[in-house]
């Protein structure tokens, strides 16, 4: 009897390992990276060019993948969840994003975390819902990732995900590209996952180009030398844009105290998360800025921490959200829209803006 009870739990054992390898071998076997410098196929519905000495609102919204309601919190920060409740809670919440962003009526608009196929998301394909949404813009996705299906949490698996990043204009899109960033080659990178910027070329009057950045930067490693390269990266395109005589705005969720001093701003602790270090502003190239406004005055934040409901007396709330702009660019206002995080982990932030 006890010779058969360990064969039974021999074999238990022995299942055990050769699912948990077959499903390491599958992990890194389907593991891949987009090309570096990757053409994107943008989908024009004009010809219009924007005009110097205008005003240009333009708006940058982190959509967390239509998952966080106010009442969500997320495994990787700590919190309950790995995937939005259902699909009529991520189309609720994606209608919510897009009336937001209808009522600021942008020129320009810059989403992250956009999912077009998701377990996390419910299959809802956010990039054909914001293209629907807003017809009259011309529209770029960049794909961040096209990840394998995660097992963890083990309770729900977040599964598997396509998501990028997507921009819209009211304008001519010349065309787009998409570029690698560096990431952590360990293991790790099952976790925080692929990382990259598009570059959006929009028409301006007299043959003049707007280079339209989209970025989201590592939230989670814990590797400095990680964002630093990522920086590092993005810093050198925009200057050789700059140099080309080309407008650039860089706009996303950059993972950083864009203020600098934002947990005095918003009274919150003082002690950093992987997300909330300060923005080396000190580090961009020669001729970009970062603009804040009023935004410390306004004590408005972009983004809350997941790792419980949002509570506006308890959350931890930062600025990471927003804009780097050229100096032939010049930023009127800069606002966090307080959307009060109804339909995602972030808030809105615009821009109004003239090119000189």
Do not use: C
């Amino acid at each position: 009897m006890i010779k058969k009870l360990l064969k039974i739990i021999l074999g238990i054992v022995l299942l055990v390992v050769v699912v948990a390898g077959g499903y390491m071998a599958y992990l890194f076997l389907s593991y891949h990276r987009l090309d570096d410098h990757l053409p994107l196929e943008v989908k024009n519905v004009g010809q219009e060019s924007l005009t110097k000495e205008k005003s240009y609102t333009a708006t940058t919204f982190n959509i967390g993948f239509g998952a966080y309601s106010q009442n969500f919190s997320f495994f990787m920060d700590d919190g309950d969840y790995s995937r939005a409740y259902n699909r009529q809670e991520v189309i609720k919440n994606m209608t919510g994003i897009t009336e937001t962003v209808a009522e600021l009526s942008p020129t320009i608009s810059f989403y992250q975390e956009v999912d077009v196929e998701g377990d996390r998301s419910r299959h809802v394909n956010q990039v054909a819902f914001l293209a629907e949404q807003f017809p009259e813009y011309s529209t770029v996705f960049a794909e961040n990732y096209d990840s394998a299906y995660l097992f963890y949490p083990f309770t729900q698996p977040i599964g598997k995900a396509k998501s990028g990043l997507m921009t819209l204009a009211q304008a001519e899109m010349i065309s787009s590209t998409r570029y690698s960033l560096p990431i952590e080659t360990n293991f790790n990178k099952f976790f925080d996952l692929d990382r990259a910027f598009s570059a959006t070329q929009v028409a301006v009057e007299n043959d003049g180009i707007l280079t339209l950045v989209n970025t989201h930067l590592s939230a989670f490693t814990k590797d400095p030398t990680i964002h630093d390269a990522q920086l590092r990266k993005l810093f050198d395109y925009i200057a050789s844009e700059y140099a080309l005589g080309h407008y650039v705005m860089v706009a996303g969720d950059y993972n950083h105290d864009l203020l600098g001093n934002a947990p005095s701003v918003f009274g919150t602790r003082e002690e950093r998360e992987t997300w909330t270090h300060p923005f080396p502003k000190e580090k961009l190239p020669e001729h970009f800025s970062v603009p804040t406004g009023e935004i410390a005055e306004a004590k408005i934040p972009s983004v809350r921490a997941s790792n419980i409901a949002y509570d506006p007396e308890v959350s931890y709330v930062s600025y990471v959200d927003g804009f780097i702009l050229s100096d032939n660019i010049e930023a009127e206002a800069v606002e966090v829209v307080d959307a009060q995080f109804m339909n995602s982990d972030h808030n809105p932030v615009q821009l109004t803006f003239k090119l000189k």
